[in-house]
């Protein structure tokens, strides 16, 4: 297994936040997006609650709650859905309100500049706490686990899924050229130093065992790609 090479915990350049903005994620967003919506109907409560605020950890430029509100609404399943994305990098930010405004969607997504590793929320406040790929930038990613799980109320949803990191560096290659083919050659290279920066499903399961979780919950869902889905007792 490749050893863990730590990549700069927040992308805050210009020049950064709009290659990320410019990477085709279309696909892997909107796998996410529909995977999420299944996990929160398969937990959904028998008197009809359904979860209603989600706080999205690491939403970069806010593809992903656009995206997942987008297929709520062409399901009928928005109804009162409202998402609080947050992310670290000023200049993610930046274009995630670009984003935001041209879809319509400032009523429902609100941005804040926090860090997931220091939430000012308070417990329980969330009915669910979800992200794509925020892990692989923490150095220490246990303290933003358990930073969601505290603001996930009982019953709530946690949703992450992030890249998996390679065996070596020849699979790591691969990788970059099955998925990356379209891309410039800076966003190849983020996407290779994100992959080196990546956890391993052993490391992830280590580490949601550690605050009481199944780690069964972890599956490796894509052949670049964990994903963790539990309820917060």
Known sequence: ?????????????????????????????????????????????????????????????????????????TANRAAGLKI?????????????????????MNDVIRLERLDAKTLPYPDGRFDGVVSNSIVHHIPEPGEALAEAVRVTRSGGLLFFRDLCRPDDLDALDRLVTLHAAGSNERQRQLFAQSLHAALSVDEIRGL???L??????????????????????
């Open 208 to 210: 949601v065992a550690a």
């Open 212 to 233: 009481g979780f199944d780690p069964a919950t972890v599956r490796q869902s894509t052949d670049r790609h964990w994903t963790w889905s539990a309820r917060k007792a």
């Open 84 to 104: 609080s994305a947050v992310d670290l990098a000023a200049e993610m930010l930046v274009l995630a309100k670009r984003n935001v405004a041209a879809a319509g």
């Open 1 to 73: 297994m490749l050893s863990r090479v730590l990549e700069p915990e927040a992308m805050d350049t210009a020049e950064e936040a709009l290659d990320y903005d410019t990477i085709d994620h279309a696909e892997v967003n909107r796998r996410f997006a529909a995977d999420l919506l299944t996990a929160l109907a398969d937990g959904q409560p028998g008197d009809g609650a359904t979860e209603r605020h989600l706080l999205d950890l690491g939403t970069g430029t806010a593809q992903i709650p656009i995206e997942l509100l987008r297929q709520a609404r």
